[in-house]
């Protein structure tokens, strides 16, 4: 049996697979976001721990037997946060989570006094990454940075609860800017950079390898014979990839979550940095990956159904099916924008309403404007080479049909749908967990089940490439405002 547990923004995942990687069992716990200021978003760290201790103590409860043959447990989780830990190993503050944005000024200083961030790192220096976050404290709680002893991301801190070990991952460890990622390894220039050095950062281990063994204690809380490895993990979105099959160069998805995601596996290093495009290692070895980024896609979702006091679920089933774009235009920049603009303190904006606009019209809206931008992140990635012409969806928004159906017309794509389009970060660190049990690979990361593919419209794909030429005129628009 194999553990997969996924650290997500809004909730904890836990599934359990047997050989076959078929669900034997699976349990969810729900985490809160904290926004002291505006522009800021916390989280504690020790809530990830007490989350995955619920999680696991369901699965023991749900299926006894089967926990005891725990050989393997993988770990992902949301990257990019920044948790400080002293040299006791507790936490010193909340940690920063990906989608903060107070380090803009830390960012711009950066990138401008050390240009192998673009380099080596790959990647712009933008607030959501861990590097400039660490900036941020060092300039304004001089204490706490000084008592830093050991920085983590979050999926690493529950490792570190879990076996005792501080290990990080290539996939998540690319994404704090501190890596050199051709080589897979920690920049000391980078680090220097921000005041740091390697012993404050966790060892380096591939994503499919044994990153320590889970503690006899906690081997006996959920009735596990054995020690267990803890294998490296990913990232959430390169385990959603490992979930997916997406390991070979080439393959793709797209990701439907809190965020919007558009991931590509290549054989290289392949950074675009002046499109945005985030470039990082894979959580499989000598392989990379590149990837478009959106704060918010089904946030803006979610934000709407607040706003109108009803479910997301009964949003979306208010469209049957499209015919063309909506009416009305929504940017979903409800926190900024990575993919294409780099743009912390951009703000979304709906266009076009009128006196007979209704509930329907804002979703509809609100799925163009996701969609829309996932248009700029595949426009990003064909700049720097790369082409796509089938995606899996995988997250929350791949229920709806409907939205997928705009996407695909969209991008010009065929959008594949996995009948566990949920469970895709969970499953990929599952397996991840499988491949360090095994201690290979092979046969681990297969394709997943499809419910169903659907191909682009033609006649939609017409009438969206037209309006997503009059979309795109919005964002200048708003800046020249002041927006």
Not at 90 to 99: G, K, Q
């Given at each position: 049996m194999y553990i997969g547990l996924d650290i997500g923004t809004s909730s904890v995942k836990a599934i359990l697979l047997n050989e076959d990687q078929a669900l034997i069992s699976s349990a969810t716990a729900e985490l809160t976001v904290q926004r002291p200021h505006p522009g800021w978003s916390e989280q504690d760290p020790d809530s990830w721990w007490t989350a995955c201790q619920t999680v696991l103590d369901a699965l023991k409860a749900q299926a006894p037997k089967e926990m005891a043959a725990v050989r393997g447990i993988g770990l992902s989780g949301h990257m990019?946060?920044?948790?400080?830990?002293?040299?006791?190993?507790?936490?010193?503050?909340?940690?920063?989570?990906?989608?903060?944005?107070?380090?803009?000024?830390?960012?711009?200083?950066?990138?401008?006094?050390?240009?192998?961030?673009?380099?080596?790192?790959?990647?712009?220096?933008?607030?959501?990454?861990?590097?400039?976050?660490?900036?941020w404290v060092r300039e304004n709680e001089p204490d706490i940075f000084a008592r830093t002893a050991m920085v983590l991301l979050p999926k690493d801190y529950v490792r570190f609860r879990l076996t005792g070990e501080y290990a990080g991952d290539m996939s998540d460890s690319a994404g704090t800017l501190w890596m050199d990622v051709a080589k897979r390894d920690w920049s000391d220039d980078l680090l220097v950079a921000t005041g740091l050095t390697r012993k404050h950062m966790p060892r380096l281990v591939e994503g499919s390898e044994s990153s320590g063994t889970l503690k006899p204690d906690l081997c006996a809380r959920w009735g596990i014979d054995g020690t267990p490895v803890v294998a490296g993990g990913g990232g959430d979105n390169a385990a959603s990839a490992c979930g997916v099959g997406a390991v070979d160069p080439g393959s793709a998805f797209v990701s439907l979550g809190t965020s919007g995601v558009l991931f590509v596996t290549n054989d290289r290093f392949s950074p675009n940095v002046e499109g945005a495009v985030h470039a990082f290692c894979h959580a499989v070895p000598d392989t990379w990956h590149q990837m478009g980024v959106i704060l918010s896609a089904t946030d803006s979702l979610n934000w709407l159904a607040r706003t109108l006091k009803k479910s997301p679920a009964d949003l979306t089933g208010l469209l049957d099916k499209v015919s063309g774009p909506s009416a009305v235009s929504f940017l979903p920049y409800l926190g900024g924008e990575r993919t294409p603009h780099n743009d912390v303190d951009i703000r979304a904006g709906f266009m076009g309403i009128s006196h007979e606009t209704d509930d329907a019209d804002l979703t509809h809206a609100v799925l163009d404007g996701v969609a829309f931008a996932l248009k700029d992140c595949l426009e990003a990635l064909s700049v720097a080479g790369t082409k796509i012409d089938r995606v899996l969806a995988v997250g929350g928004g791949s229920r709806s049909q409907v939205w997928l159906e705009i996407i695909a017309s969209l991008l010009d794509v065929t959008v594949d749908v996995p009948v566990d389009g949920d469970f895709g970060a969970s499953l990929g660190a599952a397996r991840l967990g499988h491949a360090a049990a095994l201690g290979t690979t092979e046969g681990v990361f297969s394709r997943p089940q499809l419910k169903t593919s659907i191909d682009p419209d033609p006649a939609l794909t017409e009438t969206y490439a037209e309006a997503y030429g009059q979309w795109r005129k919005l964002y200048p628009a708003l800046k020249q405002a002041g927006f």
């Open positions: 990019h946060g920044a948790t400080l830990l002293d040299d006791a190993g507790r936490p010193l503050r909340p940690c920063i989570l990906w989608n903060d944005g107070r380090s803009g000024q830390q960012c711009a200083e950066l990138q401008a006094a050390e240009p192998k961030f673009l380099t080596l790192g790959g990647n712009l220096v933008m607030p959501g990454f861990t590097a400039p976050k660490l900036q």
